[in-house]
């Protein structure tokens, strides 16, 4: 399982640093970017459980904390919440090609904007959080969701890094 949660946490990793660098300029164009480091989350949390995809959503949240301007704790937060409900879902459906990883995705998009929601007005606007109403939130959603059966097909290269041994 550590062996998991370290892979893990690299790619996340990797793909915060790819998302805050070569794909900011999507934000300018889509007024939105993919959430590439969610998906990895959620193809790890899925396969291996909800205590790997807890944990994993911990230190790659606590790392794209370090890498973002959010306040400290907030992608912590969110991350460990996502990756434990996706880990609940361990085994619960068989892993196709396209509608699973996109449906996956798509949820967590939706969690994480709803989280963000929350937290938002628990802490009086201190948390940035989506509105429903303008195109961010909706853009972000199609862009993980197109990309999520594509992701979940590259990562399946690694899954004798990510994935437990059966």
């Known amino acids: 399982m ?3 949660i370290i892979w893990t946490t690299a790619f996340i990793a990797a793909a915060g640093i790819l998302q805050s ?4 300029p999507l934000a300018v164009y889509f007024y939105a970017k993919p959430d590439i480091a ?3 989350l959620v193809f790890s949390a899925y396969l291996n459980g909800m205590m790997t995809g807890q944990i994993s959503g911990f230190f790659s949240g606590l790392f794209l904390d370090f890498l973002s ?3 400290l704790g907030l992608n912590l937060f969110v991350r460990t919440v996502i990756g434990a409900l996706t880990g609940l879902l361990h085994e ?3 892993l196709d090609k396209i509608i699973l990883p996109a449906a996956l995705c798509a949820g967590a998009t939706l969690l994480k904007a709803v989280l963000l929601l ?12 989506y509105s429903f109403s303008t195109p961010v939130l909706w853009v972000e959603l199609a862009m993980n969701t197109v990309l999520a059966p ?3 097909a590259l990562l399946k290269m690694f899954t004798n890094l990510i ?3 059966r």
């Open 92 to 94: 619960t459906f068989f």
């Open 163 to 165: 994935s437990k041994k």
């Open 38 to 40: 969610l998906d990895i």
């Open 2 to 4: 550590t062996k998991n």
């Open 150 to 152: 594509f992701i979940f």
């Open 21 to 24: 660098t070569l794909l900011s």
């Open 69 to 71: 301007n959010a306040p």
């Open 118 to 129: 929350l937290l938002n007005f628990l802490f009086a606007g201190a948390v940035p959080a």
